[in-house]
């Protein structure tokens, strides 16, 4: 192999580096490797480990947008803050740790982290989502308890808000466009003209107007991200601008996916299920949508706490369970619909009503969500 070729192998293995991301636990992604469909990810459908995993993205030109939204770190009722976790769906940790809200005295953040009363810490998806829920509890303890469950609901409103997530997706199409067009083209000058220019001339002849094309292309790419990144975000989300720049600057693998570290940043502080509906307002059984609504309905593993903690879980998981079921609703969905299996087979006598898994027996516990008992489908095929 010569060294242009060895050259050349090292610069797409850096590409391909570039177009994995890390997906924080409690992150769930949404993409859409061809601009049309909408999939998710979640980090336990990806390769990694607690704190996340690895999602590979789309390597030829990219057509569509990432989009990443976060699960709150907390579990709030009126009166009490606790560590439980009612969105993601894994077995608990055994050990929840909850304050009083009326206990709380100071709350900082440090990065991701927000620490409460400078003796436990959360750590939020990303810094927006820290700063989110640091700006939130700074007022929220200090609200009387009779009006917090109003300040609980208008702090979820924010977060449910898909006609701001839409006009922000509208927006990005607009501002994102001649970056997505520009980077497109820099994949196909790096990997399809320049091999096929390397086989046709010599090397000599090829060097000047090669490197003045690829000096052209490089800066208007990053031209157009950085107008399009100032049009995009604002306040503190324009913080990452210069980390972003910072990193793609002289690394052009990093640039031609600009439209990922575009993209984002952008609906991080909005809750999964608003960017799910956003996205995908259809929402098929295979959708975001019944995945998240069947956890809430039935959760795992509740009774490794105390009293008081499953209390508060059950009292803020009922909660936002009606919050989302009504925001389907209001998107024209049946919430109804999506708690029930699709056409079972022939013999299935039951079926399990959190992962909807058929089963030929008549009663017994799921082999997959440990403690959820098998119920009987009403009639056959449940949602035809
Ligand atoms: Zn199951």
């Not at 991301?21 to 769930?28: A, E, F, I, L, M």
């Not at 990219?62 to 009166?79: H, I, S």
């Not at 196909?188 to 292309?217: C, D, G, K, Q, S």
């Amino acid at each position: 192999m010569s060294e242009l070729q060895s050259l050349y192998l090292i610069f797409a293995l850096f590409y391909l580096a570039e177009c994995l991301v890390w997906v924080r636990s409690r992150g769930v992604l949404f993409f859409s490797p061809w601009g049309r469909t909408w999939r998710f990810k979640e980090p336990d459908q990806l390769f990694g480990n607690q704190n996340g995993g690895f999602w590979f993205g789309n390597p030829l030109p990219d057509l569509g947008y990432l989009q990443q939204g976060f699960f709150l770190p907390v579990c709030l009722t009126p009166t009490t803050l606790s560590t439980v976790d009612v969105h993601t769906g894994q077995l608990p940790a055994e050990t929840v740790r909850r304050v009083s809200l009326d206990a709380i005295e100071t709350v900082q953040r440090d990065g991701l982290s927000l620490i409460i009363n400078q003796d436990f810490k959360i750590r939020a998806g990303n810094e927006h989502c820290a700063r989110q829920l640091f700006r939130f509890l700074q007022d929220f303890r200090k609200v009387p308890e009779g009006e917090r469950l109003a300040a609980l609901e208008a702090f979820y409103q924010g977060r449910f808000h898909t006609g701001t997530i839409e006009e922000r997706l509208a927006d990005l199409r607009r501002h994102g466009l001649p970056l997505r067009i520009l980077a497109n083209l820099l994949w196909f000058f790096l990997f399809l003209i320049t091999p096929a220019l390397t086989l046709l001339m010599p090397l000599e002849t090829l060097l000047f107007p090669w490197l003045t094309a690829y000096a052209v292309l490089h800066l208007a790419t990053l031209g157009t991200f950085w107008i399009a990144y100032r049009r995009l975000h604002e306040g503190a989300a324009r913080e990452g601008l210069y980390g972003a720049l910072f990193k793609i600057l002289f690394f052009t693998p990093g640039l031609i996916r600009a439209g990922d570290l575009l993209a984002l940043p952008l609906l991080t502080t909005y809750h999964p299920l608003a960017i799910a509906l956003a996205v995908d307002p259809q929402q098929s059984s295979t959708g975001f949508a019944r995945r998240y609504l069947l956890r809430l309905k039935f959760p795992l593993g509740e009774d490794r706490w105390d009293a008081e903690s499953r209390e508060e879980a059950q009292w803020f998981r009922a909660w936002l369970l009606a919050r989302c079921e009504a925001l389907l609703t209001q998107k024209g969905l049946a919430p109804a619909r999506l708690l029930l299996p699709d056409n079972l087979d022939e013999g299935s006598l039951s079926y399990c009503p959190r992962c909807l898994t058929a089963y030929q027996v008549v009663r017994g516990e799921c082999a997959e969500c440990p403690g959820i008992q098998l119920v009987q489908p009403q009639h056959q095929g449940e949602r035809s």
